[in-house]
C-alpha cells in the first residue's frame, strides 16, 4: 500500500513554486518545511510531477464513478465533461457526477430496452422441427399448467389471459381465452395472471389475478362456474392436494386458506404467518408446508388450529419449499443463499447445502435422492441428499436462472434463464445436451406429465412447446 510522507508532499509544492516562477515563495517555503533536511534526491523527480500525480488522481477518482459492479468500465458518455480539480476534492460535487453518469447510463439502457423491445416484436422467431410457437398473448407470458391427462396447457400472462391450448398432430388446434380483465370488470391495468393449476382429475382449472383477489374456478370449456373470495390481497400460488379434496390458496395478506372442492366452502383459514406467504407444497391429502419472507416454514395440518411445526433457521425470505417423494424431507430455498433440508418429523433436524453466491428461487425434486436448485447467480446446482453433496454444477447460462423442470423419469432437467438460454441438462453426468437461446427471457419451463413436451413460457409474449423426442435428435 502507497505511503504518503510530509516531507514528500512538502517537495514536490516547493518544486511546484520554483517551476512555477514563484522564486521568494520557494525559498520560504523551503526553509520553513526545512527542505534542505529531508533525504529526497531532487535530480531523480521529474519536472511537473506535482501536476502529473494530481492528473493521476482525477482519473483515478473517475474512473472509481465509472466502474461497474463486475469492474468493467461504463462506455459511450460522451454527454460527459471533465472533472475540474476542485470538484474531485467536494464530496458534494462527487455525488453530483455520480448521478450525471447514472442518468446518461439509465438513458442509454432505456434506448437500449426500447430497441429490444420493438425487435422482439419485430421479429418473430423460427419454428424448428418439433417446436410449436403458441401465439396469442398480449404481453409476456409468465406461467403454464399442463392438463394431467391429455395435450392440453394453461398459460397465463400480463395481459389478464389464460390461454387454454389444445394440441392435435403437433399443432395447436384450439384455444379458449379466459379473461380476467372481464370478470373483475376494471380497465385500470390488466390483470396480470399470478397462478394457475388444474385439478388431479382435469375436470377444472383453477386460476387467479393480480387485480382481483379472487379465486376463479373454471369449467374444461372454458365456463367460469365459481369464484371464491376470502383473500385481503394478492395470491400468490394454488395448489391442489393429493386427491383434488381440497384446493389450497396462499396470499400476501399472510394467509392461507383450505377451500373444499365440492362446493367451494372455506374449511380452514391459517394465520401463522408474520409476512406474505410465498409458496405451499402438499404432503398428503390433509398436511402441508408453506413458506413466507417472514423467513419461516410452517408445517400445517387440516382441522388443526396451530401448526404442527415452525420451522426456522433461514435467514431470509423463503422462496420455494417441496416435499421428496417419499415426504420424509422438506427441501428450502432462501434469499441468504441457503438450501435447506428438514426432517418431517423433527423440526431440529435440519442439514444446510451451501454452494450459491446469490438468491436461491426454486428447487425441485427428481424421482431419486438427487434434489436441484436454481439461483440468481446464473447456476443450476444437482445435488445428493443422502451425504448432502454437490453433484454438479450447471453453469451454461450467463443471467439468473427462473425456473428448473425434471422429465418424469429424472434422468434430465431442463433450465430457463432471463438471458433467453433453455439448457437440457443429463442428471447423470451434468454435461449440456442441448442449448439455445430464444428471442426473449424465460420465466418457466414445465414439462409435461408424460414428459413428451416441454412448454417454455417467454417475455416476448410466445408460449413454446419443445418435443422431446425431437429435442434429443438434434
Known sequence: MTTILSDEVNF???RYLQESGYQHSAFSFGVESHISQS???GTSVPPGALISILQKGIQFIEGELCINDDGSLVENLDGLKSIPLIDAVIPEALAERAATIYRLVSDKTELSKKSLHQNLYNNEEETLDGEVLLRGHKSEVFSSSWHP???TIATGA????VGVWKLDNHEASEILELDHNISNNKKV???DVTSLTWHPDGNILATTSALEHSIFIWTVGGKLS?????HEDLILSLSWNKKGEYLLSASIDKKCIIWDANNWQQVQVFSCHLGPVVDTDWLNTTTFASCSTDKRICVCRVGSAEPLQVLNGHMDA?????????GSILASCSDDRLVKLWNSTNSKACHDLIGHSKEVTQVKWNNRNILASASYDASVRLWNVENYVCLHV???????????TFHPGGQYLMSGSQDGLINLWSTQDGSCIHSKRSLAGIFEVNWSPDGSYISVCQADRVVKLIEFRKLLDR
Not at 400480463?158 to 389471459?161: F, Q, S
Not at 423463503?318 to 417423494?325: H, T
Not at 450447471?394 to 428448473?404: A, D, G, K, M, Y
Open 12 to 14: 514536490l509544492v516547493y
Open 158 to 161: 400480463a395481459d389478464g389471459i
Open 149 to 151: 391427462t391429455s395435450k
Open 394 to 404: 450447471l453453469t451454461h447460462q450467463f443471467e439468473p436462472v427462473n425456473s428448473i
Open 189 to 191: 391495468q390488466p390483470a
Open 226 to 230: 365459481s369464484t371464491l373470495n376470502g
Open 39 to 41: 533525504n529526497i534526491n
Open 318 to 326: 423463503v422462496n420455494g419449499i417441496e416435499w421428496d417423494p417419499s
